[in-house]
């Protein structure tokens, strides 16, 4: 492996078409955030331990065990030789055939992520993937490490003991050709087979425990002086043979070599090549899309509620941010949930922009009102969506932090930089399952720790777990089978899931069931119009899929306040109801309005008095008095709308002589019913960090550029004819988008920050936002241009043909 | 979306159209983990409580059967919430047992002993157990099965009790159908209640609860107790039993203020029972004066507090509470449930009026209008005295007769709170009036008079609220009552609902002052009927003389 070098992988990586850099940088998006300049930067990056690690993340088991079995192996390996090793580590579990495929299929995306690379019969690992897959396969150090730090009379006498061919090294240097031959020693099968051989069962059994891992154990005062002579102990056996080496003072570590023969010839136990299959209890996805339907329906209208409660009666926002514990058990208490299902129904009403932080309350946005006439499969997408993009844990809500202070729902501390990707996997897990099937917690977690094995599983577990209990929740699933709807919800196709809903969702009626206990019942959503007329004159009693209305004195009251009379009352409810009117409900109805308004209550700010009418007669009269809003209430009675100093000073000025009364009794004016804030737009992560294909081919196409510049090692370009092109404008932009789609050079004039005509040769990779980001071959580095101080394009063609990537794209 | 007739809400409500062709199917499938709690003409309201699903646990369903009920029946998808909620309560019914121990006589056993350590670390089941007899069970005393049970039920964890009952000192006693017949549902509610051990039947009023009280002694052919509410019925309950069944004059004592008999079937009052002399309940021995078989509760609704307690000490023996409204205005119906038994039997009042068994009853509401003086003082009236100002306004006087004498010929019962407006109307009425003070004996004869229609209006207080059995009764006219108690109302109503010999109607006047707490109370006081399909129909005391009310 010594002699693989960074070259070797750089002249590969050069070697790729266009595409499969495209490819390359869109699955490993890292690499060309800053663009590197060329292609050796490329490689060198990615190759360095960072970008590895985060490629090395996102392979699954499988892809990850063909890696590491290819790193494993000395030198370049050929398919055939990785498909037996593969094929012997996954006995049974699959036909050879189908092993195969699986293995081109890994190597494939190995391949493409710039992992493995090399012709099919010799793959070779990218420099530095060994260093960062230590240690593979839950193997111990090599054996040149273990026995490192041992010394040359130790190595001596092992060498002694287990090489019957060994004549004792040269004293000067044996340390470095010990460990060697040691190595070589433990690596061959026959060696191995002979140590075990002399060593009791109790080692043996000993052995068997280290195989697979965990490699090492601990040993108090592990670094003895033994032989095979004065072995006691089946761990000394062991140790005196050298298949245990001491790699401290109190541990002991298997050698790798020694595990690798152990294994026979296998690297992995059981490797399956294909994740485990989802278990759970299956049941009629029929009946779960109506179900998960039947809590889309209420999930939306949790959030409605939510809302407008917050709107009268918005709670504070606490100095920390979020919302209050008192607050959330009152929405929870409202919305008769749980105080977690409370808190996912006001994050989520957050992350949707429904609801925002303003004047230090929680308030309604003005987002709400556009969502609220929206339909409810519509309305039940947006929280969908927003709530698979979230980058916050509501499942944390109620529990306490590091510090053993509660999390509050809406707190800033509810983030969890994981939290939207693990939901976006166990989304795409639940997508993924078969109809009718209602995968278990333990499978989905089995399965996503297949998918990603080396990301810890230890924090991932409880947002998993969280992500399907709010997925049930929110209606993504239903009786924990993915509904239809869900699974479009799941891909991010909002159109789609709306579209699945929309039939599942109780349909509006225009009718309700009166009844003479002075009940109605609305069996489905009522249409909007006759809801809110009802909500009007009745109270709400029951909800769900039907609605409960009680009739009462002051409910009736309540409508004819609000300007209805019990003509309009009955006659609205005589239109709806399928039955007469109830009689109890319509003599309610007269009996309440026969007493409405008998005793009249308004508002003044001031009066005047008078005993003589005939004085107040001419204060109304002047016409200077129109001002005041004089109303008569009796002959010896004035109210005004004005203040009283205002009325005193206007009588003065019309030549009265009035003295202020003291009174007692202040306006209220009432709080404005419905609140709304701006506020910030509720932060929204990128769901994912991914690049389009666009900026893929950009970013490729820059680096080719930076590449030829780089590799003639050309001084920067001087104006080609030693002039500035102009164009007009609207040329220019063109000219641009023509380059950015050919992928093609060319020579701008630019002025510059401080004013001076400069020249440059560009490959322009897009154009967003007024500005061209392109590839600055002069400067060589991706720059940023203002369109506006382009002066001119010009082609710039001459070397496009001759790009290493378009001769490698011809070749393969 | 399916059709089903019933809706399924999130508060735990089942709403169930009664128009749908599947209504008797799903009502069928529902009645066992669900409460009728409202039964007007169009939707019925059913209610899931936990006491529902632990009660049809005991009956033998289980969870799986009570989702399917509600996802095959539902129209709208049925909330999620509801159907894990379902199963997490049915689920923790029979996790304790109380079973019978051949050395430790009672002791309460568990399949999951985090429950049982659970309950155990509670203060108030402390005293009632005894020794822990290994991990999974420990010792009850005998006399706290149904204090245990209480609190286990308090706690949420309901026991099973498989302890069973004693059988109680044998006596025969038969059914006598000469003539006449247990009628279809008075044999299944004896039978339920037999085959449940103890528990409660509800039927309406006049539906005939005392058969069903002898039927449930004829099949535990064993010496019985009765716990009647007064003297009046528990003559009307020998009367009966002496009609119904084979028992005769010498085997039947009764327990009353005047008489103290025990014999085989013994009549007690709830007054005898709670009298106290030095703060000692005096007649509790009689609980153990017997080896009774079965302990018969009439109006299980009225039971005192006292009797509860005692009740807790008889879990060993066979129990029957009778009641036509098992509304507490007390809130204790769970203390029903774990002392005297669940709800064995339950038929809502309209089917039975279809079928017959009840008379047809019409529901009147008389509105009178105060006087402008009245309305003053009425205005004036301390807030304690209002009610009894506004119910007994001279309005009512008038209206009360223009009803008495729109139904001459018919037997016409006056039914009032307060004495003085009693008195009053007793005179205007040229009527008598029975009143806490009458004696047993005059009482007796009054109703007897008016059985035998030699008397055509009577006037009554609220002794004559229940078990008062007044077969030729068609017209009760209601004045005041107990502010808003809605059972009183059922139970009023409930006086005329016996068949009538002409197979006529019954009509129920309740006459209330317009705009007063009076009308606060009665639409209050209505409601249980109304729930009960019992539509009011509405009129102006004005009216009353010019056309037919009953319209």
């Given at each position: ?15 790729r ?12 998006p ?33 892809q990850?065990?063909?890696l ?26 699959a ?62 006498v ?9 004549d ?8 470095r ?24 069962p109790?080692?043996r059994?000993?052995?068997?425990e280290?195989?697979?891992g ?62 485990p ?8 996805q ?8 039947g ?26 941010g ?12 409202l ?20 609801v ?6 929680w308030l ?32 944390l ?14 707190h ?54 969280f ?39 109780p349909?509006?009626?225009d ?8 009940t ?8 909007t ?24 004195e ?34 309610l ?33 002047d ?5 005041l809003r004089?109303?008569?209430l ?29 009174l ?25 960090p ?8 950009g970013a ?17 370009a ?22 950015i ?6 020579w ?34 991706v ?30 | ?7 399924v ?27 009728l ?63 019978k ?18 309950v ?6 402390q ?55 247990l ?10 209640f ?11 009023c ?16 064993a ?9 009046v019925?528990a ?15 010498d ?42 078989g ?13 009797i ?35 709800k064995r ?9 279809n079928?017959g ?9 008389v ?7 009245e ?17 007994t ?50 009482r007796e ?42 059972q ?9 609902l ?13 006459v ?12 209050h ?18 009216d009353?003389g010019q ?5």
């Amino acid at each position: 492996m010594e002699t693989m070098t960074g070259t070797d992988f750089s002249e590969w990586l050069r070697g790729r078409s266009d595409e499969h850099l495209r490819a390359l940088v869109t699955a490993r998006p890292e690499l060309v955030t800053p663009v590197p300049a060329h292609l050796d930067g490329l490689a060198a990056r990615a190759c360095s331990p960072s970008a590895l690690g985060r490629a090395l993340d996102r392979l699954d088991r499988f892809q990850l065990a063909v890696l590491e079995t290819l790193a494993l192996r000395e030198g370049p390996s050929s398919r055939a030789a990785l498909l037996s090793m593969i094929v012997r580590a996954a006995p049974g579990t699959a036909a050879e055939e189908e092993t195969g495929a699986a293995l081109d299929a890994a190597l494939d995306t190995l391949v493409t992520r710039g992992l493995v690379y090399g012709p099919p019969d010799a793959l070779l690992p990218a420099p530095g993937v060994p260093a960062a897959l230590e240690p593979p396969a839950a193997l111990g150090p090599p054996a040149a490490e273990v026995f490192r730090h041992h010394p040359p009379e130790r190595l001596d006498v092992l060498l002694r003991d287990i090489d019957p061919a060994y004549d004792g090294g040269g004293q000067a240097d044996a340390g470095r050709p010990a460990r060697q031959r040691l190595a070589a020693l433990l690596s061959d099968p026959a060696t191995v087979a002979r140590l075990l051989e002399e060593v009791s069962p109790q080692a043996r059994a000993a052995l068997d425990e280290l195989v697979w891992g965990p490699p090492s154990g601990r040993l108090p005062s592990a670094r003895r002086e033994v032989d095979t002579a004065t072995a006691q102990s089946p761990i000394e056996q062991l140790l005196a043979r050298g298949l245990l080496g001491a790699t401290g003072e109190e541990s002991v570590a298997l050698p790798r070599e020694v595990a690798l023969v152990l294994r026979g010839g296998r690297v992995h136990r059981d490797l399956s090549p294909g994740p485990p299959a989802l278990d759970g209890p299956v049941r009629d996805q029929e009946l779960a899309d109506r179900t998960a339907a039947g809590q889309a329906f209420m999930f939306v209208r949790m959030v409605e509620e939510l809302c407008e409660l917050w709107s009268v009666d918005p709670p504070g926002v606490l100095r920390a941010g979020g919302l209050s514990v008192r607050d959330l058990r009152r929405a929870a208490q409202l919305l008769d949930l749980p105080e977690w299902a409370a808190g996912l129904v006001a994050e989520v009403a957050h992350a949707a922009g429904l609801v925002a932080a303003g004047e230090g309350e929680w308030l309604p946005t003005g987002g709400y009102d556009g969502w609220r006439i929206k339909a409810t499969e519509d309305r039940w997408a947006v929280l969908a969506a927003a709530w698979a993009a979230m980058d916050r844990a509501p499942g944390l809500i109620g529990e306490r932090d590091d510090r053993d202070r509660p999390l509050n729902a809406l707190h800033p501390d509810l983030r969890r930089s994981g939290a939207a990707q693990t939901r976006a996997r166990t989304l795409a897990v639940l997508e993924a399952a078969p109809p009718g099937l209602a995968p278990t917690p333990e499978s989905v977690l089995a399965r996503l720790a297949w998918e990603q094995p080396r990301r810890r599983s230890a924090p991932r577990e409880p947002l998993v777990r969280f992500a399907l209990r709010e997925a049930e929740h929110i209606g993504v699933t239903g009786l924990g089978v993915p509904a239809a709807h869900g699974r479009a919800a799941a891909r991010g196709d909002g159109r789609a899931a709306a579209d699945l809903l929309a039939p599942l969702l109780p349909q509006a009626v225009d009718h309700v069931l009166l009844q003479a206990d002075l009940t109605a019942v609305a069996p489905g959503p009522l249409t909007t119009d006759l809801g809110r007329r009802l909500a009007l004159t009745a109270d709400v009693e029951s909800k769900g899929g039907a609605t409960v209305y009680r009739f009462s004195e002051q409910s009736v009251r309540r409508a004819l306040d609000a300007g209805h009379s019990a003509g309009d009352l009955l006659a609205m409810l005589e239109r709806h109801s399928a039955t007469p009117v109830p009689q109890p409900l319509a003599y309610l109805v007269t009996d309440v309005a026969r007493r409405h308004g008998r005793i009249r209550v308004g508002v003044a700010s001031s009066y005047v008095r008078c005993d003589d009418p005939a004085l107040l007669d001419e204060v109304l009269a002047d016409k200077r008095a129109h001002l005041l809003r004089l109303r008569r209430l009796a002959p010896t009675v004035l109210a005004s709308k004005t203040s009283r100093a205002a009325l005193v000073d206007t009588l003065r000025a019309m030549g009265y002589a009035p003295v202020a009364e003291s009174l007692e009794g202040d306006v209220v004016v009432a709080r404005a019913d419905a609140r709304r804030t701006e506020g910030p737009p509720a932060a929204r992560a990128p769901a994912n960090p991914g690049l389009g294909p666009e900026a893929a081919a950009g970013a490729v196409r820059a680096m080719r550029a930076g590449d030829s510049a780089h590799r003639s090692r050309r001084p920067p370009a001087e104006t080609p004819e030693g002039q500035v092109p102009r164009s007009p404008s609207t040329a220019t932009i063109s000219a641009l988008e023509e380059a950015i789609r050919q992928g093609s050079r060319v020579w701008i004039g630019y002025t510059d920050s401080q004013g001076h005509a400069t020249s440059r040769i560009l490959e322009p990779a897009r154009m967003e936002g007024g500005y061209l980001t392109a590839y600055d071959e002069t400067r060589a580095t991706v720059h940023r241009f203002v369109l506006s101080r382009i002066t001119g394009v010009a082609g710039y063609d001459s070397e496009r043909s001759e790009t290493p990537g378009e001769r490698a794209a011809g070749v393969d | 979306m399916s059709d089903g007739p019933l809706i399924v809400q999130s508060d735990k409500t089942l709403l169930l159209e009664v128009d749908h062709p599947r209504a008797g199917e799903c009502r069928k499938a529902i009645a066992p983990f669900a409460e009728l709690e409202r039964a007007p003409e169009h939707v019925h309201t059913y209610r899931v409580t936990p006491l529902a699903l632990w009660n049809a646990r005991a009956a033998g369903h289980d969870a799986e059967q009570v989702v399917d009920a509600l996802i095959g029946f539902s129209r709208y998808p049925v909330p999620h919430a509801l159907l894990v909620d379902v199963a997490e309560t049915m689920a923790r019914y029979g996790r304790l047992r109380l079973e019978k121990h051949p050395v430790h006589g009672l002791v309460l056993t568990t399949s999951d002993r985090a429950v049982l350590e659970e309950v155990l670390r509670s203060k108030k089941i402390q005293p009632l157990v005894g020794d822990r007899l290994g991990a999974d069970s420990v010792a009850v005393h005998p006399s706290e099965r149904g204090n245990i049970k209480q609190t286990l039920l308090k706690l949420g964890w309901p026991a099973e009790d498989l302890a069973g009952y004693v059988d109680g000192e044998h006596h025969p006693i038969d059914l006598r159908e000469d003539g006449w017949e247990l009628r279809p549902y008075q044999k299944e509610a004896a039978d339920a209640f037999w085959h449940g051990g103890s528990g409660v039947v509800v039927l309406p009023c006049g539906a005939g609860k005392t058969i069903v009280g002898a039927a449930a002694m004829a099949h535990a052919r064993a010496t019985t107790l009765i716990l009647v509410t007064n003297t009046v019925s528990a003559h009307q309950w020998k009367q009966e039993l002496l009609r119904r069944t084979s028992l005769t004059e010498d085997e039947i004592g009764e327990y009353t203020g005047t008489k103290k008999e025990i014999r085989p079937v013994t009549i007690a009052t709830y007054q005898v029972m709670t009298t106290r002399r030095q703060g000692t309940y005096r007649h509790l021995e009689l609980f153990d004066a017997r080896d009774w078989g079965l302990v018969v509760y009439d109006e299980v609704h009225l039971l005192p507090a006292p009797i509860f307690r005692m009740t807790a000490d008889l879990q060993a023996r066979r129990r029957l509470g009778l009641t036509a409204t098992l509304v507490r205005e007390d809130g204790r119906e769970g203390d029903v449930f774990s002392l005297i038994g669940p709800k064995r039997y339950d038929a809502p009042w309209k089917e039975m009026e279809n079928q017959g068994y009840i008379a047809p009853a019409e529901c009147v509401e008389v509105r009178v209008t105060l006087r402008d003086d009245e309305r003053l003082a009425y205005a004036m009236a301390e807030s304690d005295e209002r009610y009894r100002f506004c119910s007994t306004t001279p309005a009512k006087i008038r209206v009360t007769e223009a009803l008495v004498r729109r139904h001459e010929g018919e037997q016409v019962l006056v039914i009032g709170q307060y004495i003085d407006q009693l008195d009053e109307l007793g005179e205007h009425l040229d009527a008598p009036v029975i009143k806490g003070e009458t004696k047993v004996k005059e009482r007796e004869r009054l109703f007897q008079a008016f059985r035998d229609k030699e008397i055509q209006v009577l006037v009554v207080s609220k002794v004559a609220n229940f078990s008062i059995d007044l077969p030729e009764a068609a017209v009760a006219i209601q004045v005041s009552g107990t502010f808003g108690s809605r059972q009183e109302e059922a139970q009023r109503l409930g006086r005329v609902l016996r068949p009538k010999a002409d197979g006529g109607g019954a009509l129920f006047y309740s006459v209330v002052s317009r705009d007063t707490v009076d009308q606060e109370f009665a639409a209050h006081r209505q409601r249980f009927l109304a729930e009960q399909g019992y539509a009011y129909h509405i009129i102006d005391a004005d009216d009353v003389g010019q056309e037919d009310p009953a319209r």
